[in-house]
């Protein structure tokens, strides 16, 4: 009976730590983050510089590593703030799940091993993780409390894992990687004044400035058209032939250019509303417009 109950009890505890980690690390958050840069990663590789599970598996860990790191000290940071509001108060550092201590130990722990291996990919794969992991609890997470510039701010860190891949597979940092930075980059504002809008009341709570203009008004909602139609023009760059070896078809880049629309229209409707619901939607097709476009640009390079 003993052992029965010291084996459920094992198995109790494995499962709980292992929630708290990916509650901790924000699991969810953090692969897609990854499929970013393993979208990156298949736009980069080519004759020149080939395919490499082994990098890509590396780029994998590394990459969840370098997010998990982030979140974590940024849960340890506004860990006072955290418990304020509805949406984060039962997070593991705010609850009292995870010490702080704990949290900065695994914290530490994730950013050492995962510059260590993106630096096993290449230098300039760990600098750039590094610089990701700097800004984003350095720069951006104390900024949200002062000013609305946090989100063009956090937008850099967020912006680099597309980008991150084609480093990882490359080596280099040229127009083609520069290119899916500013996709991606663009395509942070329209997504983050989407859920600064809806959940507005509870940053209000903890003093996070997410808007623009620090009001859901229409000088908000016009700004969020507006980078969404920049995010749009961006996105069709790659068919210009002006990005070097990130290229794009015209039927691809059609279907780009529709699922563009697609956002724009949600953006404008909450131009329209003006409610938290169409911010929500907004934030939804904003989130699938991402990974379907990400999706579009790989299969493009091996059918065309």
Known sequence: ?????????????????????????????????VFSSVAGYLLGFSEEYPFSWATLILLTIGGYCMVGASNVFNQIIEKDLDALMDRTKNRPVPSGKISVKNAFALGTLLTISGIAILYSINPKTAMFGAISIFLYTSVYTPLKTKTPLAVFVGAFPGAIP??????????????????????????????????GWFLFDDYKKAGFF??????????????????????????????????????????????????????????????????????KKLMLVSVSYISLLQVIYVLDKFIR
């Open 210 to 279: 997410m808007l623009p203009t620090g009001r859901k008004d229409k000088k908000t909602a016009l700004q969020t058209i507006l980078y969404t139609v920049w995010l749009i023009i961006a996105s069709l760059l790659p068919v210009t032939g002006f990005t070097g070896e990130l290229k794009l078809s015209i039927a691809s880049a059609v279907v780009v250019f529709l699922l563009g629309l697609w956002m724009l229209v949600y953006a404008v409707k909450l131009y329209k509303k003006m409610d938290a619901p169409a911010a």
């Open 162 to 195: 597309f980008m991150l891949g084609w480093v990882a597979a490359t080596g280099d940092f040229g127009i083609e990687a520069g290119t899916l930075f500013l996709i991606q980059f663009f395509w942070q504002f329209p997504h983050f004044w989407a859920i």
């Open 1 to 33: 009976m003993k052992i029965i109950l010291n084996s459920q009890q094992n198995q109790i505890s494995l499962k709980s730590l292992f929630a708290d980690f990916t509650a901790i690390t924000k699991a969810r958050l953090a692969i897609s983050v």
